[in-house]
């Protein structure tokens, strides 16, 4: 079943007289637990697309069907909804809060949706703990290298089981061993039944996805360019 199907998306920037061509016709598809990697040279569009997928911008033109839901037809309200329950986001640079513990950071999504306080804090220690930061829970993120951070922000974007994990370069700010064991969380990640798409500029990354889209000057390019 596919999860991502997108039609001719086109995405234009407008840089006052100049018009900038992010995105150009670009069609993917993607399955239900599929562990898919987007790679590109930096300026490819690859994070324009991740944004796109992810419902935190909009296309130009083109359609965008998420889960059998035509997105841009959506108000709102109704794609804040999905953000907070279908899909989990990761970043590069981590967007955690540094007044607060990490089990609080983990907790956010739970208390945006509803979810009462005991809940939420069974729910934050229970997949910190899946991450290995079970004993790290009152510590605040400055007091976190960075592969832990990483892994916090893994966690926050777990904790409502979204169906979708988005992860634009998150071993852009980590060493190689930091980033070799996120990406294997990645990979127990999707082992489990998550449809798990990684945005990234570098090949050794990408090659640990079961597929790669390539995109170059906004098209899907076929064919190995790194």
Do not use: W
Not at 22 to 37: D, P, R, S
Not at 161 to 186: K, Q, R, V, W
Request: aromatic share 4%; proline share 3%.
């Amino acid at each position: 079943m596919e999860i991502i199907k997108t039609d001719n998306l086109i995405k234009t920037y407008n840089m006052g007289k100049v018009q900038v061509n992010a995105l150009q016709g670009v069609e993917i598809n993607i399955k239900q637990g599929e562990f898919v990697a987007i790679i590109g040279p930096s300026g490819s569009g690859k994070s324009t697309l991740m944004h796109i997928l992810g419902c935190l911008d909009s296309p130009t033109k083109g359609s965008y069907m998420l889960d059998g839901i035509n997105v841009e037809k959506l108000s709102k309200g109704k794609l804040a909804k999905i953000r907070n329950t279908k899909i989990g986001f990761v970043f590069q640079t981590f967007n955690l809060l540094p007044h607060i513990n990490i089990q609080k950071n983990v907790e956010l999504p739970l208390l945006y949706g509803g979810m009462m306080g005991k809940q939420r804090k069974k729910r934050a220690i229970e997949v910190l703990t899946s991450v290995g930061l079970g004993d790290r829970l009152k510590h605040k993120p400055s007091e976190l290298s960075g592969g832990q951070r990483q892994r916090v922000a893994i966690a926050r974007a777990i904790v409502n089981n979204p169906s979708i994990i988005l992860a634009d370069e998150p071993t852009g700010n980590l060493d190689s061993t930091s980033g070799s064991d996120i990406m294997t969380i990645f990979s127990d990640l999707h082992k489990k039944g998550n449809t798990v798409i990684v945005v990234t500029h570098d090949k050794s990354i990408a090659e640990k996805a079961d597929r790669i889209i390539t995109i170059v000057d906004g098209k899907i390019h076929n064919g190995d360019i790194l």
